[in-house]
């Protein structure tokens, strides 16, 4: 379990016990509050591998921040991507939106798979530059990357299939986060406009939860 969310989940029950009696909450309905809080939490994490907790982030207020940086994510894969005569398929931003396209994410984007497994030096360094290019847009935008672990996973199996030495690899991706970064502070304008175009469309539970408007008379 996130040792961010327990502390987040503790922090609300310590609250809610100590604040409860001023506010007249039934110490019963404290103890209630707490057993199915850690249930829930604990339902999550066993059986939604913690999805259920992202699902709510995303729609509660401050919400849309967080599919900000996931969209600004995506995005950053989908320029260069392109920019590496790699054609993206859809992007999926939000826990939602990847529960509906059936992946255990919280964003991502289709990428044509590579043509073989071992891949010549050339076609790793385009991969890396890829792979790399979603946290090097958190840094463009935040200064730091928070996704980007199943990036960095894949990109270590594709170097590790293609024999080459680890010093080699580590060497490359270095070298792949650098020219990325530099590239995408050039296309800083271009990058943002991809990243609201990702966050326009991307579903949460509290876009469903809103009525629609009435037409005008």
């Known amino acids: 379990m996130n040792p961010a969310r327990i502390g987040v989940v503790v922090a609300l029950l310590s609250a809610a016990a100590v604040l409860g009696p001023s506010i007249g909450l039934s110490p019963a309905w404290i103890t209630v509050l707490v ?8 339902v999550d994490a066993a059986v939604w591998d913690g999805r259920g907790g992202h699902l709510l982030a995303e729609a509660l207020p401050g919400g849309k921040a967080r599919l900000r940086r996931i969209a600004l994510h995506e995005a950053g894969h989908r320029l260069v ?6 054609r993206p398929g859809p992007s999926q931003v939000g826990t939602l939106a990847c529960l509906r396209a059936g992946r255990q994410a919280c964003g991502s984007t289709e990428l044509p798979l590579p ?3 071992k891949l010549p030096l050339e076609d790793l360094r385009r991969w890396s530059r890829v ?3 979603g946290m090097a847009a958190e840094v463009v935008v935040h200064g730091e990357s928070e996704g980007g672990a199943d990036d960095r996973q894949l990109l270590g199996r594709l170097w590790g299939l293609s024999g080459q030495p680890a010093s080699t690899a580590q060497l490359e991706q270095r070298r792949a ?3 990325v970064e530099q590239w995408l502070r050039q296309q ?6 991809e990243c609201e175009t990702l966050l326009a469309a991307a ?3 509290r876009r469903l ?3 629609p408007a009435a037409d005008a008379v």
């Open 35 to 42: 057993m199915t809080t850690l249930v829930g939490v604990s």
């Open 81 to 86: 991507a392109q920019h590496e005569g790699l």
């Open 115 to 117: 043509a073989s497994a």
């Open 131 to 133: 792979l790399l290019a």
């Open 177 to 179: 986060r650098r020219e």
């Open 188 to 193: 800083r304008e271009g990058l943002e406009q």
């Open 203 to 205: 579903p949460s539970l």
């Open 209 to 211: 939860s809103v009525p």
